[in-house]
């Protein structure tokens, strides 16, 4: 059964994979980033958690690189995946995998990748030490976890209550609604706070292997690389 948050909001795949075609930061940044890292890391597999329409996976299947990696799309909304796995490139090999990393994801019949890519997902619930254990379980020893978030502190200042809202946002993460700019509705937001990601991933591996960051239009975006004990 499929419980997340995004799927109550019901949001639309092909809204979203046009945002995506038109979004300077996947195009210019979060993909050649990825790229970039999953070149030099060479995993025979690569489970991308909250895949949402596939933009992403799909420009990556369709390199040169990738032609012998394994995709694992997975997401929570059925619709976001049905979509994501009819639009892979034909000569990708994939699974797609609708399941809620709240709830289903990182029990120890989940198969493990050799990378796991979230990009943006860490914006859709709290950030806790049971999320980060179900991510780290999907992860083969010595693989590579890589996220992209964005510097949420921006859209904390645009709130009306700021005084109560920074203080919560201090205490690693606060929830929000925004309007979301690729579908034009209000939907929730989890502010996760950098610092709190990175705390909260280094419990479970050794060391950040690197961290690229961009300023597009007065926003910050990262993208972090973990490799995990061997
Ligand atoms: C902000 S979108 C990002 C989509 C895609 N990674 C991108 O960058 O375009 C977040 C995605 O995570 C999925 N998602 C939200 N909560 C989830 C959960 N608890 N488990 C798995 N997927 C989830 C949503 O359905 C959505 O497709």
Redesign the pocket.
Same mark, same amino acid.
């Not at 991308?48 to 329409?53: E, N, R």
């Given at each position: 059964m499929i419980r997340?948050?995004?799927?109550k909001h019901c949001r639309d795949p092909v809204l979203?994979d046009v945002g995506?075609a038109n979004d300077e930061i996947?195009n210019r940044f979060?993909i050649p980033f990825l790229s970039s890292v999953l070149r030099r890391f060479r995993p025979s597999t690569v489970a +991308?958690?909250?895949?949402?329409?596939g933009?992403?996976i799909r420009a990556l299947a369709a390199q040169e690189w990738a032609a012998s990696v394994h995709w694992r799309l997975?997401?929570?909304?059925q619709r976001?995946l049905d979509y994501a796995s009819t639009r892979m490139p034909a000569s990708a090999q994939y699974t797609a995998i609708a399941? +809620?990393?709240?709830l289903d994801?990182g029990t120890d019949s989940w198969p493990r990748s050799s990378a796991v890519v979230s990009?943006?997902?860490l914006?859709?619930?709290p950030l806790n030490e049971d999320v980060v254990d179900r991510l780290a379980r999907l992860i083969q020893s010595g693989g590579t976890l890589i996220v992209v978030i964005p510097d949420v502190l921006q859209d904390i200042i645009s709130t009306s209550t700021l005084e109560a809202t920074i203080k919560e946002y201090c205490a690693g993460h606060i929830a929000l609604t925004k309007i979301d700019k690729f579908l034009r509705e209000t939907i929730p937001f989890h502010a996760n706070r950098f610092e709190r990601i990175i705390e909260c991933f280094s419990r479970i591996f050794d060391l950040i292997t690197m961290c690229s960051t961009v300023n597009s239009k007065g926003n910050r975006y990262y993208g972090i690389v973990w490799r995990s004990r061997t």
């Open positions: 997340s948050e995004w799927e979203w995506c996947r979060v +991308d958690v909250g895949c949402g329409s933009y992403i997975i997401d929570s909304s976001m399941a +809620d990393l709240l994801i990009t943006f997902t914006l859709e619930f």
